[in-house]
């Protein structure tokens, strides 16, 4: 701060003199918020680090209103005793509250599907109860021991879940989430889906009902021959 900037300053020169000295200290507040912020990004991921850097530039945008204001009444009523004020003109901004309603959205939709985050690596984005599946070749099928090449047979209906939507909106407005999850292997009917084809891969978008199971595991115990009794 200049001189310059203490003459301009309009009120008695003893309320100028204790401006002066508060809006150093308010400074030093907003470097301390600032370097907390900074500080926080370098250990958060990429998508919440986007967020933090939008706070810190809507707190530099405060920042530079503060400092602008020319009344020392201004810094002497409202900034005398710091209270977290910093973060709460931060708080108040429309696009801070922006932010929070969106991670705040983004936890709800992670509690009702936790793989809602696995669908951004798709381009495509279901919607509602539909799901993007990837077909699974075989090499080749049996059938009563005939081998059937690749060129004869039919397409297999197994599919591997790569992306699902949020679920079914009911009448009443409640969510239903969708049952399948990404990485399930599933059964579908033959024409019950459609073909798209992104980044020269093709997929299968279908409603999560026209999937008519889900391929599990059989247990260990079932593969292990019964011992007869002696």
Known sequence: ????????????????ELARQIKVRVSVEFDRVANALRSAATRQSAEHRVDTLTVIAILEEKRAEVMRNDQAGYFIHGWQELRDQVRQLIAQDRRYKRIKVNQALAK??????????????????????????????????????????????????????????????????????????????ILFGKYTSSDIKVDGEEYL?????????????????AKQPVKKAS
């Open 205 to 221: 978008i279908m409603r999560e009902d026209e999937v008519l199971g889900v391929v599990e595991q059989e247990p260990n115990a």
């Open 1 to 16: 701060m200049n001189a310059g900037t203490i003459e301009r300053m309009t009120g008695t020169p003893n309320q100028v």
């Open 108 to 185: 709800q939709i992670s509690q009702i599907n936790p793989d809602w985050r696995l669908n951004s690596m798709m381009k495509i984005r279901p919607l509602s109860d539909r799901i993007v599946v990837k077909r699974i070749e075989e090499q080749e099928t049996v059938r009563r021991g005939i081998i059937i090449p690749d060129s004869a047979k039919e397409k297999p209906q197994e599919a591997e879940v790569i992306a699902v939507g949020l679920g079914k909106r009911l009448e009443d407005g409640n969510l239903v989430p969708v049952d399948v999850k990404v990485g399930d292997r």
